[in-house]
């Protein structure tokens, strides 16, 4: 689905006219709503730093960009805007979204993180559709914290908030960081 697919998903859980679980429960419903507005805030204000804009330009032949995800995750509505930022710059990019949980689709048991079907993951694929590279489900910085704080006795609502704050914090700069660097890399 296009990134404009993918938006319109979220307005039809929200309007109710998507109600397959887990979109029937109450929980999942307050997430969604959420994270769209999250990552609305993140497409009006998040900024790509020249070090990312300059990656996104090297890129001199067609690529595909895949990105696996679910309304319901936080991590994506942080991470997806600027991941749609980077590919909007150069026409060689062209992003399609896919759910995770879509039965159709298994793309995501590829790309396990440790075992787990961990997203929302990019995998970047040359005109031939020959990986390139993959990344996610977070910045290896957050991912640190969500290991360390999972770990802990903090409730999931405080490891969530710890979360928030440090996507918050950060302003999408370790995302673009390792991003393009695997943009960089690939080219090597």
């Not at 696996?68 to 600027?82: K, L, M, Q, R, Y």
């Not at 995501?108 to 929302?120: K, V």
Request: aromatic share 12%; proline share 4%.
């Amino acid at each position: 689905m296009t990134f404009e697919d993918y938006q319109y998903f979220f307005k039809s859980i929200i309007d109710g006219h998507y109600t397959e679980a887990p979109y029937n429960q109450p929980l999942y419903l307050n997430y969604v709503r959420l994270n769209e507005s999250r990552q609305k805030r993140w497409l009006k204000t998040g900024e790509l730093s020249e070090e990312t804009i300059d990656a996104v330009y090297t890129i001199e032949s067609k690529q595909f960009w895949t990105v696996v995800t679910e309304p319901w995750c936080g991590d994506a509505s942080h991470i997806i805007p600027f991941i749609e930022k980077m590919a909007e710059l150069n026409d060689k990019i062209t992003i399609d979204y896919e759910l995770r949980d879509d039965d159709d689709l298994n793309t995501i048991d590829n790309f396990l993180t440790n075992g787990g079907r961990s997203i929302p993951i990019l995998i970047a694929r040359d005109a031939n559709k020959q990986d390139l590279w993959h990344w996610g489900p977070r910045p290896a910085d957050a991912q640190f914290l969500y290991l360390k704080n999972k770990n802990s006795l903090m409730s999931n609502d405080e490891q969530k908030l710890v979360l928030q704050n440090w996507y918050n914090d950060d302003k999408g700069e370790k995302i673009q960081r390792e991003i393009s660097g695997l943009i960089i890399g690939s080219k090597k």
